[in-house]
C-alpha cells in the first residue's frame, strides 16, 4: 500500500531565509509525487510534480522539490522565504507499479509560517 | 477557462437529514474525486470515479455515496447526516492518466447539528 508521512506539524521560518518541507513515502513500485499548497479557506493548489527524470523539480511560486530515491523523500524547498508562502502544504504520492491509475494519498499537512 | 466548481460552499444541516453536495468540472477529465479535510487527519478519500458509471469506495466512505450519470458532475450524499460529517469537502478532478495532476475545486465547509 502507498502511504506518505509530513513529518512536521508546524515550521516556522524568517522572511528572506531558506526554507524546506519535508515528505516521505513509501509505494511498491516507481513514485509519482506531487506538492499542493492550500492557502485559508481554498482549496487545494498544484504546486509541482515528479514523474520521472531529473531529481530536482522546479514548480510555481519559486517553489522546488527534490526527489530521494534511497531515502525515499521528496522534500519541498525555496531559496528564500516570503511572508505570502505562509499556508498549509501536503504532499502526496501515487502508486506507478502497475501503470495503473490509482487515488492519490496525501500527506497530514505542514503548516509554514513564514516571519517578517 | 474550464474550472471545478462545489456548492453549496458553506451548508447547515441536522442530523438524519439527507444532504447532497454538488460538484462540476468543465475540464471533461475522466476522474474525478471527494475527500474531506479535518484537523489532525489531513485529506481522506471518500469515494472516487474513473468514467460514467463507475464508482469506488475510498477510506472514508461509509455514510457517503455517489453517483456518476455524465462527465461534468459526480454528487456526493449523506444519507443520514451525523455530527461526526461536519467536515470541510473537497472535489477533485484528472484527466485520466497516472501522472496527470489531480484539480481541486473550492470546497463546502458543512456543519451538522
Known amino acids: 500500500a502507498q502511504s506518505v508521512a509530513q513529518p512536521e506539524d508546524q515550521v516556522n521560518v524568517a522572511e528572506g531565509n531558506p526554507l524546506t518541507v519535508k515528505c516521505t513515502y513509501s509505494?511498491?513500485?516507481?513514485?509519482?509525487l506531487f506538492w499542493y499548497v492550500q492557502y485559508p479557506n481554498r482549496g487545494l493548489q498544484f504546486l509541482l510534480k515528479?514523474?520521472?527524470?531529473?531529481?530536482l523539480v522546479k514548480g510555481s511560486y519559486g517553489f522546488e522539490a527534490e526527489f530521494n530515491k534511497s531515502q525515499t523523500s521528496f522534500h519541498l524547498k525555496k531559496p528564500s522565504a516570503l511572508v505570502s508562502d505562509s499556508a498549509l502544504y501536503f504532499c502526496?504520492?501515487?502508486?506507478?507499479?502497475?501503470?495503473?491509475?490509482?487515488?492519490?494519498?496525501f500527506g497530514k499537512g505542514t503548516r509554514l509560517s513564514v516571519i517578517a | 477557462d474550464a474550472e471545478i466548481t462545489q456548492s453549496p460552499r458553506h451548508k447547515i444541516t441536522e442530523t438524519g437529514r439527507q444532504v447532497t453536495l454538488a460538484c462540476h468540472q468543465t475540464?471533461?477529465?475522466?476522474?474525478m474525486f471527494w475527500y474531506r479535510q479535518d484537523l489532525g487527519h489531513g485529506l481522506r478519500l471518500i469515494h472516487y470515479?474513473?468514467?460514467?458509471?463507475?464508482?469506488n469506495k475510498g477510506e472514508v466512505s461509509d455514510g457517503y455515496s455517489v453517483s456518476r450519470s455524465n462527465t461534468e458532475d459526480l454528487p456526493l450524499t449523506l444519507e443520514s447526516a451525523a455530527s461526526s460529517q461536519t467536515s470541510v469537502y473537497f472535489c477533485?478532478?484528472?484527466?485520466?492518466?497516472?501522472?496527470?495532476?489531480?484539480?481541486f475545486g473550492p470546497g463546502t465547509r458543512l456543519t451538522v447539528l
Open positions: 502526496a504520492v501515487r502508486d506507478g507499479w502497475n501503470s495503473g491509475n490509482t487515488p492519490l494519498v
Open positions: 509505494v511498491s513500485g516507481n513514485p509519482y
Open positions: 515528479y514523474i520521472t527524470g531529473d531529481n
Open positions: 475540464w471533461n477529465h475522466n476522474n
Open positions: 470515479s474513473y468514467g460514467v458509471q463507475d464508482t
Open positions: 477533485a478532478s484528472q484527466e485520466g492518466g497516472p501522472t496527470d495532476t489531480q484539480y
